[in-house]
C-alpha cells in the first residue's frame, strides 16, 4: 500500500512541531516520533475495519464483537 500525505498535511505536521518546539525542543521531537508513527501504521493496519457507507469504521469490529457476545450470553 502506498501513503500520500498532502502538502496541507505535510504543513500541518511542520506547524505542529513547531509549535510543540517552541514549547520544548523535546516536545517537537516527541510529536515528530509520534506522528511518523502513526503514519507507519496504517502500512500495517490500513483496510482492515469493516466499510460502513463506503467509510472504514475502526469501531464497527468491535460493536458487531460485543453484539455477537450479548446475544451469546
Known amino acids: 500500500m502506498k501513503i500520500k500525505i498532502s502538502g496541507g498535511a505535510e504543513r500541518d505536521i511542520a506547524d505542529g512541531c513547531d509549535f510543540y518546539g517552541d514549547i520544548d525542543p523535546n516536545l ?13 501504521s496504517l502500512l ?6 469493516a466499510k460502513v457507507d463506503g467509510w472504514r469504521d475502526p469501531n464497527r469490529n ?7 457476545r450479548l446475544k451469546n450470553q
Open 44 to 49: 500495517l493496519y490500513a483496510g482492515v475495519h
Open 28 to 40: 517537537a521531537t516527541y510529536f515528530h516520533d509520534s506522528i511518523s508513527a502513526d503514519i507507519d
Open 62 to 68: 468491535a460493536q458487531t464483537l460485543r453484539q455477537r
